[in-house]
């Protein structure tokens, strides 16, 4: 599955932003695809995930009140809504994808970058 992740920008605090990722090369029917971020200077952290045949969710605790992933079936682009956007959000954002039936999330995007300002 190849992906390509876009959407970033530069947002103020308090804001929202779309971010898209689209997948291509194979079938999704037996992958979950998820986002990711890494802000500088820390390690990676999941944010959510969503099982591509059913659409069912799941999130990073700390991000479920204000972020929502969702799926378009016929555009095979994953996204992610972001909103009331703090600074501590600002991160590249990654998407990837791994088999519903693994747990190693082997296949990812180039990333994009989001930058709240207070």
């Known amino acids: 599955v190849q992906l390509q992740a876009s959407g970033g920008g530069l947002v103020q605090a308090g804001g929202s932003l779309r971010l898209s990722c689209a997948a291509s090369?194979?079938?999704?029917?037996?992958?979950?695809l998820g986002w990711f971020r890494q802000a500088p200077g820390k390690e990676r952290d999941f944010v959510a995930r969503i099982t591509w045949s059913s659409g069912s969710t799941y999130y990073a605790e700390s991000m479920k009140d204000r972020f929502t992933i969702s799926r378009d079936n016929a555009k095979n682009t994953m996204y992610l809504q972001m909103d009331s956007l703090k600074p501590e959000d600002t991160a590249v954002y990654y998407c990837?994808?791994?088999?519903?039936?693994?747990?190693?999330?082997?296949?990812w995007g180039q990333g994009t970058q989001v930058t709240v300002s207070s």
């Open positions: 090369g194979r079938t999704l029917n037996n992958f979950a």
């Open positions: 990837a994808a791994r088999s519903i039936v693994g747990e190693k999330w082997d296949q």
